[in-house]
T-cell receptor, first 110, second 114 residues
Framework: GQNIDQPTEMTATEGAIVQINCTYQTSGFNGLFWYQQHAGEAPTFLSYNVLDGLEEKGRFSSFLSRSKGYSYLLLKELQMKDSASYLCAFPAGGYQKVTFGTGTKLQVIP | DAGVTQSPTHLIKTRGQQVTLRCSPISGHKSVSWYQQVLGQGPQFIFQYYEKEERGRGNFPDRFSARQFPNYSSELNVNALLLGDSALYLC?????????????FGPGTRLTVT
């Protein structure tokens, strides 16, 4: 089957680094997405990993290990505006649909 | 350029009623997907349409239906509304059905069923 696990909530301090983990199970792997979603708003695309390793994009980095079914999103130099839900997701069914996890709600505190 | 637009923004309906939600994709995007997001959960896939044909369907009852028009806009219809249909309904567009990333979401329609 297809399944995604993420922690429900995390709290981190402004200026710090936080790592949000995601484990997944899927019969056919076509890459893994991370989205950011502020409360009451639509998800916005952060990253897409299809190969193993770390991809860096400014303060955000995403890591993938296909053999372990594991990914993480690394947020550096946390800012208050980073308080949001972070959704791990993967395309399935020949890209027709994207399966989302329940999301990790990150709270950044002063 | 305009992003994905959805209407209405908010909607209140009573049980048993029918609702139609509308979505206009980004110009040039031919694929539209619909998602339901219940509070505290991730979006759940409902439908994908590409070139006016249904290309994917999630695990939702037949009360849910959709269509895509020649201009690539789309409508989601839900019949016989239940309290559990209360959710944020998101529309997302991308250029082709096989493009594996950069799916752009609209602001959503907040549906409340009383």
């Amino acid at each position: 089957g297809q399944n995604i696990d993420q922690p429900t909530e995390m709290t981190a301090t402004e200026g710090a680094i936080v790592q949000i983990n995601c484990t997944y199970q899927t019969s056919g792997f076509n890459g893994l997405f991370w989205y950011q979603q502020h409360a009451g708003e639509a998800p916005t695309f952060l990253s897409y990993n299809v190969l193993d390793g770390l991809e860096e994009k400014g303060r955000f980095s995403s890591f993938l290990s296909r053999s372990k079914g594991y990914s993480y999103l690394l947020l550096k130099e946390l800012q208050m505006k980073d308080s949001a839900s972070y959704l791990c997701a993967f395309p399935a069914g020949g890209y027709q649909k994207v399966t989302f996890g329940t999301g990790t709600k990150l709270q950044v505190i002063p | 350029d305009a992003g994905v637009t959805q209407s209405p923004t908010h909607l209140i309906k009573t049980r048993g009623q029918q609702v139609t939600l509308r979505c206009s994709p980004i110009s040039g995007h031919k694929s539209v997907s619909w998602y339901q997001q219940v509070l505290g959960q991730g979006p759940q896939f409902i439908f994908q349409y590409y070139e006016k044909e249904e290309r994917g369907r999630g695990n939702f009852p037949d009360r849910f239906s959709a269509r895509q028009f020649p201009n690539y806009s789309s409508e989601l219809n839900v019949n016989a509304l239940l309290l559990g249909d209360s959710a944020l309904y998101l529309c997302a567009s991308r250029q082709r059905q096989d493009s594996s990333y950069e799916q752009y979401f609209g602001p959503g329609t907040r549906l409340t069923v009383t």
